[in-house]
């Protein structure tokens, strides 16, 4: 989680591969995918506690918003970056919506295949939030499947780095925030 103070913030999830610029790497762990995987980012504001989230059956209709979230976004409306206003994009290449890894639904975000061709890459995604949400906490699910020093993981919340990793892959998958 991230605990917000008022006003707009830029949240930066950010994936870097060979952030070392390393020309030799070791041999890499079981599971390592290369790419971070985001899904179910919400927003609840300062005293209210943070509901579970209930088992949502897989289907192409939007998961249910957790209650009390004055947002909430499980992708399942399949338009990322275009529908989504809150959400941009940017880096060697754009991250994009996927089915290959998700916390519910069918849809999740992921970062950019960035081993091909290049020795040293990195993509961001960054969530605005509305400065009319006020003091609250985002809530997130994040499956990290990189692994140092191949792959780095970090999230910045108005270009202040708030959290490194996990940059070891996570076997058992998606983490709620």
Avoid: C, M
């Amino acid at each position: 989680t991230l605990n917000l103070g008022p006003g707009e913030h830029q949240i930066t999830f950010r994936y870097q591969y060979n952030p070392n610029e390393l020309d030799i790497f070791p041999p890499q762990g079981a599971g390592r995918i290369g790419a971070v995987f985001l899904d179910d980012i919400y927003f609840v504001p300062a005293g209210i506690t943070a509901p579970t989230q209930a088992a949502v059956p897989t289907t192409i209709a939007p998961t249910s918003t957790p209650d009390d979230a004055v947002y909430y976004d499980g992708f399942e409306q399949g338009t990322f970056p275009e529908s989504d206003d809150e959400w941009s994009t940017k880096g060697e290449l754009p991250w994009e919506l996927t089915t290959q890894e998700v916390n519910s639904g069918v849809f999740s975000i992921r970062s950019p295949q960035l081993t091909s061709g290049i020795r040293t890459g990195e993509s961001n995604v960054t969530f605005s939030t509305n400065p009319a949400w006020g003091i609250g906490t985002l809530h997130y699910s994040v499956y990290s499947a990189v692994q140092a020093p191949h792959d780095d993981f970090r999230i910045f919340v108005d270009d202040i780095q708030r959290i490194a990793g996990p940059n070891t892959v996570n076997t058992t998958g998606f983490e709620e925030q």
